[in-house]
């Protein structure tokens, strides 16, 4: 069974640029999570879909960033425009069960 | 509002020495414990979890941890530890609620050497 796959590993972007940053969950889980981790950081949540709805945006820093996930399949995260502070890594994880929840390798954003 | 504290960010041991990697977490509601381990240009790996039941849980690969609700806390223990255990290891609670997000602590990092 394939895992959490996220796309791209690394992006490296412009102060004001757009980047999309995408994540395929495990086949079957309805539960899509997004987190955070900014350099020497915790790792923080920014949303929650199930299947295609918003369970849970709380986490979200600013109207800078748009989570969609069309179909309760892939989802994708936008960040537009990019500030320096968005740098970090951005993981992606999907569960059938809350309490076990399977995360991707991982995006890791620069913004210059 | 619930939060979760690593007393360590960096453990070194030697290879074959016991280690404990320190969890305590703050909630006034109960709470699903986790601890999540990621090797070098990995993801993170769900390492072990207390839900309800016994309060001392085991992974495969020797490690333990034992939920204390009096001390708040989730301490991780092995006995005698590896090269390969070398990795960045979190703590987590969630609300045990259905789909609630993980809160983490900022991390542990593990070194093995010889």
């Known amino acids: 069974e394939a895992g959490v796959t996220q796309f791209p590993s690394h992006s490296v972007i412009e102060k004001g640029q757009t980047v999309t940053l995408r994540c395929d969950p495990i086949s079957g889980h309805d539960n899509l999570y997004w987190y955070r981790r900014v350099m020497g950081k915790e790792i923080k949540f920014l949303l929650h879909f199930v299947k295609e709805s918003k369970q849970d945006e709380s986490g979200m820093p600013n109207n800078r960033f748009l989570a969609e996930r069309t179909g309760g399949t892939y989802s994708t995260l936008k960040v537009q425009p990019a500030e320096l502070e968005d740098s970090g890594v951005y993981f992606c994880?999907?569960?059938?069960?809350?309490?076990?929840?399977?995360f991707g390798p991982g995006t890791r954003l620069t913004v210059t | 509002a619930q939060s979760v504290t690593q007393l360590d960010s960096q453990v070194p041991v030697f290879e074959e020495a016991p280690v404990e990697l320190r969890c305590n977490y703050s909630s006034s509601v109960s709470v699903y414990l986790f601890w999540y381990v990621q090797y070098p240009n990995q993801g993170l790996q769900l390492l072990l979890k207390?839900?309800?039941?016994?309060?001392l849980v085991e992974s495969i690969n020797g490690f333990e941890a034992e939920f204390n609700k009096s001390q708040t806390s989730f301490h991780l223990r092995k006995p005698s530890v590896h090269i390969s255990d070398t990795a960045e290891y979190f703590c987590?609670?969630?609300?045990?609620?259905?789909?609630?997000?993980?809160?983490f602590g900022k991390g542990t990092t593990l070194s093995v050497s010889s």
């Open positions: 987590a609670v969630s609300v045990n609620q259905a789909g609630t997000a993980l809160i």
């Open positions: 207390y839900l309800s039941g016994s309060t």
């Open positions: 994880a999907s569960s059938q069960y809350p309490w076990e929840q399977y």
